[in-house]
């Protein structure tokens, strides 16, 4: 999950937004900076928890689904931003189905024993992990696109 460390990037784009507080309108800002503070949440906790045990990469994915409703929840009026905010809970919930399937597969190979039927479960529970873990990354790398696009238009002028 080396690629979620590129969620850094978002600390930036609120600063950025700041910086044209007075060139932008100020009901598009305050909604860049409400969907950006809940972006960088989700993010926070990605960070603090990522290659974490079971227990905890099950928490992760809880914790991710109550972001997901958080920006669910955002009442967002500009049409450009609603889009990012959608974009932004399909990442969210991706991610989260992700992290909880990879931590169910890897408490599937702590209780595996050593045996060949042991073997396959370990097996199957790698080539998971591995998958959940290239969804992560091709859901990094969707995030960083809409990051710098968000980035892009909250800082245009109306």
Known sequence: ???????TVIVPVSLSIALFVSSCNENKVSQC???????NAGNSLIDQNKGTQVITSIQLSKDLEFVTKSIKELNLKDPKLKEFQSGFVKIFQNLSQSIAKAGKALGATKIADASASGREKIQKARTEIDSALTTATTLGKQSDTLVNQMNKYCSQPE
């Open 1 to 7: 999950m080396s690629v979620l460390r590129k969620y």
């Open 33 to 39: 900076q409400r969907l950006i503070r809940v972006v």
